[in-house]
Each structure stands twice: as structure tokens, then as C-alpha cells.
């Protein structure tokens, strides 16, 4: 039975068990329904309690049902039986009351909670709005401003915030159920507090309040639909009747789960989902882990310490050079603190966490490292020496993982006596708030080596993807790929601010040379100069950024790179200056600069990562189609609601991305070659979703 039912002294305790989330199915709706029917035919009920078995009130929907056709009774005519029951109804929140949930306890006429509850509509980011009232119902409880701001973000908020909201009306301290029973009994006698749905409006209702709050929205959201369509739902609990503001509610909802922004957003989470069983995986052990060695305490190896140790690990760093040791021990102290500051960690915590760090000057102190991860400079000599000497430091079973950019790990491997130990974890800047991990299988790598790394990434809280060895991995190769199309779109005659402006409006965060400005150009250059000896004359060889390093001009850090820079303000300004280069250099390369349309801009990025990315799947670099969603989504600011590069391919076309590719190919045939694996999914009406 996933909804129980008892009688105490005339109060029916109507209990929700459906593990792990008790969601909202069909079962539960029914059963609830049934509680409602017991109520009209007992009289000698006379109030009643709702709540959740184990640790959740309600997660909201079964995210199971969506796109499907639901089963009566559907949960807005449920909410309005519930809110209009002959007996008042205490909601007992001991957990979480997500969505749909809290919508159920916002129909309850009490609603009482543990300090450790938290309670909010997170519709907007699976794409969709509360659909069962919430919209209605919870602005006109606690008031419109933070009902806007917890609909539209989808942000929960914690027991002590909801009751300075009046979200709930007590804190309980002790034993939830016996304090609904004894509020429950006193309600019996007599109570006299209307349905929420009563309230004719939010009792903050502020019309140019509204309309700020608006155009925040529309910039926060960056072409996400949800949001807006959120706030306009919520603008209608003030302006129109409960009645046709919930009408207008279900409308929103049922456009927006029809919408190709919730199926990417639904993509999203369930290959995040995924990303916790990786292929090839299954059934190995991971080794225990309990100390980490950081090798490394620049940029990479401070971050990761902080990841670690921030995660309960012992961690011991090592750098060869004291000053780079002291200034990364300094930025890991620094991050703690500002953690305290920002108030998401206690003293306490912060302190502990510090101390779990210990800087070593010799790495013989990593003999009792059970991992080490390798974090040095990106020069393949260094890391052969080091990994050398991990090999005869380190206790047997432990494994050592290097975070290489781009080197060949098979070879840093071979410089030990145990390749079986050897694999890659790649972390990204900055390496304690990216969530991105890319596990890389060497050629000998044992699976409990990589399992190891998997359950490391897991406790990190991580979304590990495993890939194969080759060039930049997963991401940095597709990356690739995308960053030469921006280079020679420049040649060809668009300008840098027009290609990012098309890419931010695509719904990335900053485009591609914004973020070469904020990575320093510095970095691909050295990538290039690595490469110079092994590129194809056939590639075309994207030069201005040549022609920007020669100039001093790094980016942000020197005040100029693709744009220039104020002092103190990182707001990136068209330069003419860059302008007058770009041309000179397509002049150089005898291009003849032409108009780029936007389509062209969207099409030549996108259609590179997608054309790489299916050559990345048929090589078996990545195993799954999702798993290059993941890289992205989750490493370079994909935006979710697209649901990643491979996504995307599926929901335009395959079809049309490869008409894209061979258009393209005319005009330069060594990027362009076609994969073969597209142009088998073309043929045979595949997807990239039937590699998942
Ligand atoms: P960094 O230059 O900030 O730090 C490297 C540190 O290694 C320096 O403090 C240096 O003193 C130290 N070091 C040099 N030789 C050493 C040795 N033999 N033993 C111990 N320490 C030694 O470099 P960053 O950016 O932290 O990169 C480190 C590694 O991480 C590189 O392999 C890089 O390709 C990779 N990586 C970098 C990313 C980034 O965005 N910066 C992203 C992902 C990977």
C-alpha cells in the first residue's frame, strides 16, 4: 500500500509511503482519494494529518508518468478535494516537499515541519511550472515577492526561511507526528482558518514590483522559457480570480510540458542519472580510499585539494617548488573561509576541512596514499619523472591518476612498473566547483582502478564520465573542434562579438572567445605550439590568435585579448583594434571577408562538436551518446534546456546535420569529413539516443 490510513482519537493520519521519494503516482493519488472518501462516510472523523513515511513529505510527480497519459484522479482536482475536505487537514513535513508535494501541502490547511525540512517548486528546471496550484496558491500564502523568487528559481528553502515566510506555521522540535496529532485535535474543536485558495490576493502585491522582477527574470533565464512562463503564471495570483488563475496555470504547464525545452531538460537529469553507471563498470569493486595525494599545488591541484578534503578526504600536497606550495596552501585556507563567510559552511566544518590538508616538501610522505592524483606542469618529461617516482613511493594497490589536458597517459604510464594502476582523471577550472570529472581508461587500466575513481568522483560530488584515451579526451577534442570553427568564421568575416553574441543567445553563458579572454590566450597557444609538429598541412590554421599572443594581448589578465578591459570591470568591450588585425589577416590568407549569417555562425559551431562527437562515439571513446551530453552540459556550459551537443543533433535531425556537414565540407574538406557513424544514422533513420 503506498498510502496508509489510522484512526487516533478521531484523527484520520493519512501516512505516504512510496520509496524512495513517496512521488506522487497514480497509487498515491488514489490512495489519498480513498483517505478523502473515509472522511465523507466517518463522521466520527474529525481532523486529519498528511505525511510522509521515511525521509521525504512528497518529491512531487513521478517524473515516470511524464509524456504519458495520466491515470485519475489528476493531482489539481485531487488538491482542490483535499483543500475543500470537510475536516481540516495538517500537513507533517519531516523531509523534503518538493513540486507536486508541497503543492499538496499548500492545499493542507496546517502545515507544520522538522528544522531539517525544505520545501520548494523546482518544476522550472525539469522545464515545466507547478501545474497543481502552486503558482496560485503559494504567493497568496506567503506573498507574492518570495513565492516569485522560489517559483521562478525553483530554489528550495529550509524550515527556518519557511516559517519566516509563512510558509509554515511551527517548528517542531520533537516527535512530528504526536505534535500534528496534538495541533490536529485542537483543530477539531473548532477551527475557523480559510482555504489558502481564499485569500483574494497576495497581501504584498506591488504592480512595478512585478515588473522589474520581470525583465530580472528574462535576463537571469538566458532564452530558458520555464522561468518567464513561471513568473507569468505566478503575475496571475494577483490579477486574475483563483479560478482563472489556475486555469491559466494548467494552460502554461501543459504548453510548456509540450515544449522541446522540458524534453532536453528531462534529457538532462536523466543522463546525470546515468552518468552514476558507467558502462563497463558494473560489478567492480573500488578500492578504499581514505588519503589522497595532490601532486601539484598550482591552479589544478589546489582545487582538487579543496574538492577533497572538502569531502571528508585526508589529503597530502606536494609541489616541488616551496613558494607554489605556500600560496596553494594559502588558497585552500582562503576557500574555506569564504565558504564560512558565504555562510554554507560552519566554523567548525571550515576548520576541519583546512585541517584535513597537510602540505609535505618530499614526496616520499605519499607512501600511505591510497590515491594520488598528478597535477604538475603539462610537459611530458615532468610527468614521466614524477609518476616514475610515485611508482617506487606509492603502496602496492594504490592508484595513480594524472589530470593531463592532453598527454598520452598509456606513456606516463609506461614510466611504471603498474600500467594496471595508471588511468586519468581530468578535472575542470576551477577544479572544487566544476562538476565535470573524465575518468580516462588507459590501455592496461584495471576496472577497479577506474571504479576507484568513479566512487572518488561520486563522494566529490562529481558527474563522472568515463572516456577512452585519445587527444583532449572527450571534451577538449569536441571543444576543439568548436573553437576552430570561431576562429575561421573570424577569417572568413564575422567579428568575435558577433559569434559570441550568437552563442550566448544559443544560451551559453559567455561565447568562445570570451572565454579564451578568461582562460588567457596564452593557454591554446602553448596547445598550438604543442601540436606544430604533428598537424596535418591539410588543416587550416587559425592564425589571429597568433597574431593577439605576439601583441602581448592574453586576455582579461592584460587588460586586452579578443576585447579590451577596464580597470576593475570585466565587462568585455569591442576593440577596433582587433577589428583592423582580423581583417589584415584574412587579407594575408587571400580570403575575401563576406557576411556570416547567425544561421551560419549557429550551424558551422554546433555541427562541428555534433560531426566530432558521433566520430568520438563509433572510436569508443565514449561509450554512450549521453555521456558527450554530460561532458558538456556539465564542463563547458551547455545549456541544460538543450539537453547537450547530441541531444540537440536528435531533436533538429540527424538528417539536417549532416546536409549541414556536406554543405560545409565544399568549402574546407579536411574539417569537414562526415562520420561515419552520422551518416549510417541517416540512412538507417537511427538516433544518436539508440547510443545510449
Ligand atoms: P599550474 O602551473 O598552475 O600548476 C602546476 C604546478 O606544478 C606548479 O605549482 C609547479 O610548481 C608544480 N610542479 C612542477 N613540477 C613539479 C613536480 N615535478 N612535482 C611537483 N610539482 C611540480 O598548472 P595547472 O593549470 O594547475 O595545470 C596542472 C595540470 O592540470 C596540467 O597537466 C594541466 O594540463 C592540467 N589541467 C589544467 C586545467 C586548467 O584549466 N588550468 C584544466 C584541466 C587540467
Known amino acids: 500500500m503506498t498510502v496508509t490510513t489510522e484512526t487516533k482519537d478521531g484523527v484520520l493520519v493519512v501516512t505516504i509511503n512510496n520509496p524512495p521519494v513517496n512521488a506522487l503516482g497514480g497509487a498515491v493519488r488514489s490512495g489519498i482519494d480513498a483517505a478523502l472518501d473515509m472522511i465523507d462516510q466517518d463522521q466520527s472523523i474529525n481532523a486529519a494529518i498528511l505525511i510522509g513515511a521515511g525521509r521525504f513529505f512528497s518529491g512531487g510527480a513521478d517524473i515516470k508518468e511524464f509524456g504519458k497519459a495520466m491515470t485519475e484522479p489528476f493531482l489539481p482536482d485531487l488538491l482542490s478535494r483535499l483543500e475543500g475536505a470537510r475536516v481540516p487537514f495538517i500537513a507533517a513535513i519531516g523531509g523534503a516537499a518538493l513540486g ?33 496550484g502552486g503558482t496560485q496558491r503559494l504567493p497568496r500564502l506567503v506573498g507574492v515577492k518570495p513565492a516569485a523568487e522560489m517559483i521562478t528559481s525553483g530554489k528550495p528553502v529550509n524550515a527556518e526561511k519557511a516559517k519566516a515566510i509563512g510558509l509554515v506555521d511551527a517548528i517542531v522540535e520533537g516527535d512530528l507526528l504526536e505534535a500534528a ?9 473548532g477551527d475557523d482558518r480559510q482555504p489558502v485558495s481564499a485569500i483574494e490576493k497576495p497581501a504584498d502585491w506591488d504592480e512595478a514590483w512585478l515588473e522589474s522582477f520581470e525583465k530580472t527574470i528574462r535576463t537571469r533565464a538566458r532564452g530558458q522559457l520555464s522561468p518567464v ?8 495570483s ?53 588519503i589522497i595525494g595532490v601532486l601539484g599545488a598550482g591552479t589544478m591541484g589546489s582545487g582538487i585539494a579543496i574538492a577533497c578534503a572538502a569531502s571528508g578526504y585526508h589529503v597530502k600536497l606536494f609541489d616541488v617548488n616551496e613558494d607554489a606550495l605556500a600560496s596553494g596552501g594559502a588558497r585552500i585556507e582562503k576557500s574555506f573561509k569564504r565558504d564560512v563567510e558565504k555562510g554554507r559552511l560552519s566554523d567548525d566544518a571550515a576548520r576541519a576541512a583546512t585541517d584535513r590538508v597537510v602540505l609535505i616538501n618530499s614526496m616520499d610522505a605519499l607512501s600511505d596514499a591510497d590515491l594520488v592524483i598528478e597535477a604538475v606542469i603539462e610537459r611530458m618529461d615532468i610527468k614521466k619523472s614524477v609518476f616514475a617516482d610515485l611508482d617506487r613511493i606509492t603502496k602496492p594497490g594504490a592508484v595513480l591518476a594524472s589530470n593531463t589536458s592532453y598527454l598520452d597517459i598509456d606513456d606516463i604510464a609506461s614510466a611504471t612498473t603498474r600500467p594496471e594502476d595508471v588511468i586519468g582523471m581530468h578535472f575542470f577550472s576551477p577544479a572544487n566547483l566544476m562538476r565535470l570529472l573524465e575518468i580516462v581508461k588507459t590501455d592496461k587500466a584495471s576496472t577497479d582502478a577506474l571504479a576507484t575513481a568513479a566512487a572518488v568522483g561520486a ?34 568575416g564575422a567579428t568575435p562579438w558577433d559569434i559570441d553574441r550568437v552563442m550566448r543567445d544559443f544560451g551559453f553563458a559567455m561565447g568562445p572567445f570570451q572565454i579564451s579572454d578568461l582562460a588567457g590566450i596564452d593557454i591554446a597557444w602553448h596547445n598550438r605550439r604543442r601540436e606544430d609538429a604533428t598537424r596535418d598541412p591539410k588543416e587550416r590554421y587559425p592564425a589571429i590568435a597568433d597574431q593577439l599572443y605576439d601583441l602581448g594581448r592574453l586576455g582579461q589578465k592584460t587588460g586586452a585579448g579578443w576585447y579590451l578591459y577596464k580597470q576593475g570591470d570585466r565587462t568585455a568591450y569591442p576593440d577596433p583594434e582587433v577589428e583592423k588585425i582580423i581583417i589584415a589577416e584574412s587579407a594575408r590568407l587571400g580570403i575575401a571577408r563576406r557576411a556570416v549569417s547567425d544561421d551560419e555562425i549557429r550551424d558551422r559551431i554546433l555541427f562541428s562538436m555534433i560531426n566530432e562527437g558521433a566520430k568520438v562515439l563509433e572510436e569508443g571513446i565514449a561509450a554512450r551518446a549521453l555521456d558527450i551530453d ?7 556550459g551547455f545549456p541544460a534546456w538543450r539537453g547537450g551537443p547530441m541531444f540537440y543533433a536528435d531533436a533538429i535531425g540527424v538528417d539536417k546535420v549532416l546536409e549541414g556537414v556536406r554543405r560545409f565540407e565544399k568549402t574546407d574538406s579536411f574539417a569537414w569529413r562526415p562520420a561515419d557513424l552520422l551518416v549510417k544514422l541517416v540512412e538507417e533513420g537511427g538516433t544518436f539516443a539508440d547510443y545510449n
Request: with cysteine; aromatic share 8%.
Open 100 to 132: 507536486g508535494g508541497l503543492e499538496t501541502a499548500l492545499s493542507c490547511r496546517y502545515r507544520i515541519a522538522t528544522p531539517a525540512a525544505s520545501m520548494g517548486l523546482p518544476e522550472v528546471k525539469l522545464g515545466l511550472i507547478p501545474g497543481a
Open 181 to 189: 496529532i496534538a495541533l490536529a485535535m485542537q483543530k477539531a474543536a
Open 229 to 236: 512562463k513561471a513568473f507569468e503564471a505566478v503575475a496571475g
Open 238 to 290: 494577483g490579477r486574475l480570480s483563483f479560478a482563472d488563475g489556475v486555469k491559466r496555470e494548467r494552460e502554461i504547464f501543459l504548453e510548456c510540458m509540450a515544449s522541446d525545452q522540458r524534453k532536453g531538460l528531462i534529457h538532462s537529469f536523466f543522463a546525470e542519472r546515468a552518468a552514476r553507471k558507467n558502462p563497463g563498470l558494473e560489478g567492480a569493486t573500488p578500492r578504499d580510499v581514505k
Open 459 to 492: 563522494r566529490l560530488g562529481k558527474v563522472s564520465v568515463l572516456s577512452g584515451l585519445c587527444p583532449g579526451f572527450i571534451g577538449n577534442r569536441i571543444l576543439k573542434k568548436y573553437r576552430q570553427q570561431a576562429d575561421y568564421l573570424a577569417e572568413d
Open 630 to 636: 554530460l561532458v558538456f552540459l556539465h564542463g563547458y
